[in-house]
T-cell receptor, first 115, second 113 residues
Framework: GAVVSQHPSWVICKSGTSVKIECRSL??????MFWYRQFPKQSLMLMAT?????????EQGVEKDKFLINHASLTLSTLTVTSAHPEDSSFYIC???????????FGQGTRLTVV | KQEVTQIPAALSVPEGENLVLNCSFT??????LQWFRQDPGKGLTSLLL?????REQTSGRLNASLDKSSGRSTLYIAASQPGDSATYLC????????????FGTGTRLTIIP
């Protein structure tokens, strides 16, 4: 299957700082990328959908000014957690889709810990 | 609003046994359904994808079935192995133009050696 690489795999940051997470499709062009958040022992919650070259669409309840998403190319999307707080600590996972209707491939996730 | 449920939340079986994981969804108007595996602290690995027009898909020891009208899917694992221990998630996509996935709550599977 196709490969989606997420970096970093884990990060620890201080409260008030910003953290950027990258999601890359390595062997295909991703027309759409998704960002999910997962709390311990819970399922994935969709945060936002991003299409290359356009603004991300955020799910209800997700603060777009706090979770900045940029999809500058067909192989890269970034999620920046701004002014991070301990409650932002979570597991963040991205996924990417090539052609419309095709299956989604997932990155390996990023464990964010805010101290 | 689509809701996807997986029961049980956790399951332990001895090595070598066959087992079935269940997934149910409230809105039968789906485009496809996908089964994933997630190891602790890791991302998701796609196992099987079933289009709405299909009844089942097979890959090795895994077989997934779909009964769209009743809003159910099952993942059958034959001759379970300790390496099968993981959390299994099902997810549904509403239609061709909407690539969002709605995930189930997951079943944490433990295979006892």
């Amino acid at each position: 299957g196709a490969v989606v690489s997420q970096h970093p795999s884990w990060v620890i940051c201080k409260s008030g700082t910003s953290v950027k997470i990258e999601c890359r499709s390595l062997d295909f062009q991703a027309t759409t990328m998704f960002w999910y958040r997962q709390f311990p022992k819970q399922s994935l919650m969709l945060m936002a959908t991003s299409n290359e070259g356009s603004k991300a669409t955020y799910e209800q309840g997700v603060e777009k000014d706090k979770f900045l998403i940029n999809h500058a190319s067909l192989t890269l999307s970034t999620l920046t957690v701004t002014s991070a707080h301990p409650e932002d600590s979570s597991f963040y996972i991205c996924s990417a889709i090539g052609e419309r209707g095709s299956q989604a491939f997932f990155g390996q996730g990023t464990r964010l810990t805010v101290v | 609003k689509q809701e996807v449920t997986q029961i049980p939340a956790a399951l332990s079986v001895p090595e070598g046994e066959n087992l079935v994981l269940n997934c149910s969804f409230t809105d039968s108007a789906i485009y496809n359904l996908q089964w994933f595996r997630q190891d602790p602290g890791k991302g998701l690995t796609s196992l099987l994808l079933i289009q709405s027009s299909q009844r089942e898909q097979t890959s090795g020891r895994l077989n997934a079935s779909l009964d769209k009208s009743s809003g159910r899917s099952t993942l059958y694992i034959a001759a379970s192995q300790p390496g099968d221990s993981a959390t299994y998630l099902c997810a549904v996509r509403r239609d061709f133009g909407n690539e969002k996935l709605t995930f189930g709550t997951g079943t944490r599977l433990t295979i006892i050696p």
